[in-house]
């Protein structure tokens, strides 16, 4: 059974991020936490947070920045194994920042008090402790972010400098992960006195993190033109799609590139304008099957793979059709 040791503690900074399903898949967004300059040797991080959204859902994630100990009999530790703390005990950098884990027929944490510095947080494993079959480490908000597999007789100084990163696909709260396997990965840094993120996973599975505030402003000024876009259209308002001089090129992925100079180009559904006093660099009309890019100031989306897309030309506007 879980317990949760809850001393007094000044009440901290909530920070929020606001995950929103855009691709055409199911699964789990997933937060976890990195530190290179955590200090303890091999240390692996825990699906701290892990929530399930069809397509088209949002779902938010809220912490502080509240530190614990926690400790799980996990047996060997190593990718996959599920951590669920059994004991959780609230921990600060400056006071509460030291505790023992002991073994008599079952673990338990003792001695919590103040450690020799601030800033680190120390966990003394005394000579009871039963090799390779617990695990221990620290926490954030209630809930575990890095563990080791327990040993007798060692210390470990804990000094937390976290990252926040979110990735989407089948995940467990509590799972330990293999980082070096994950993919499509997308670090959320929270810039100073900022404390809502949003990441957005697109139709295409490219990833947009950027501010809530930063993105509530960016829909409420397109809205001004269009009343009819929603938090969805964020990826493609962040591209310039629809937006005057906003397209820098049309490139094929795989064979050659239509660059277009003293240009201003829109999207709109299946067509892309670009108007241009000077022709494309290759010939006119874009090859069946190819995935094209389109690259506007703030980065670059895909446009297909097309089945009939051919490009026309009127005046100095040429037109890209899907089909």
Not at 48 to 64: G, H, Q, R, V, Y
Not at 142 to 167: C, D, E, M
Not at 199 to 213: F, M
């Amino acid at each position: 059974m879980n317990q949760l040791h809850l001393p007094e503690l000044a009440a901290a900074q909530p920070y929020t991020l606001t995950a929103i399903n855009n691709s055409t898949n199911s699964g789990n967004f997933c937060v976890f936490q990195q530190d290179p300059d955590l200090g303890v040797s091999n240390v692996l991080s825990l699906a701290w947070f892990s929530k399930f959204a069809f397509p088209s859902t949002t779902i938010k994630f809220s912490w502080t920045i509240d530190y614990n100990f926690v400790w799980s009999e996990t047996g060997v530790l190593t990718p996959g194994v599920l951590f669920d703390a059994s004991q959780t005990f609230n921990a600060d950098l400056q006071n509460s920042n030291q505790i023992t884990l002991t073994y008599a027929g079952g673990y338990n944490f003792i001695n919590q008090t103040r450690g020799p510095n601030p800033g680190i947080l120390y966990i003394k494993e005394d000579s009871t402790i039963p090799p390779k079959q617990a695990s221990v480490g620290i926490g954030m908000s209630g809930f575990g972010t890095f563990v080791v597999q327990a040993q007798p007789n060692l210390n470990l100084n804990f000094s937390p400098h976290p990252r926040y990163y979110i990735a989407f696909g089948n995940f467990i709260q509590g799972e330990v992960l293999d980082i070096s396997e994950m993919t499509n990965v997308a670090e959320v840094a929270f810039p100073t006195n900022v404390y809502s993120m949003t990441a957005i996973l697109s139709a295409d599975n490219a990833w947009t993190v950027k501010s809530t505030a930063a993105l509530n402003a960016l829909v409420v000024n397109a809205r001004a033109s269009d009343p009819s876009l929603t938090f969805n259209d964020v990826p493609r308002l962040l591209l310039g799609e629809g937006a005057t001089n906003s397209l820098t090129k049309i490139s094929v992925a795989t064979n050659g590139e239509f660059a277009f100079t003293n240009k201003s180009g829109s999207k709109t559904g299946d067509n892309i304008f670009v108007t241009s006093v000077q022709p494309p660099t290759n010939p006119p009309g874009l090859e069946v099957g190819e995935t094209y890019t389109i690259t506007g100031k703030s980065g670059s989306t895909p446009f297909g793979p097309v089945d009939a897309m051919y490009m026309s030309k009127s005046g100095s506007t040429y037109k890209f059709t899907k089909s």
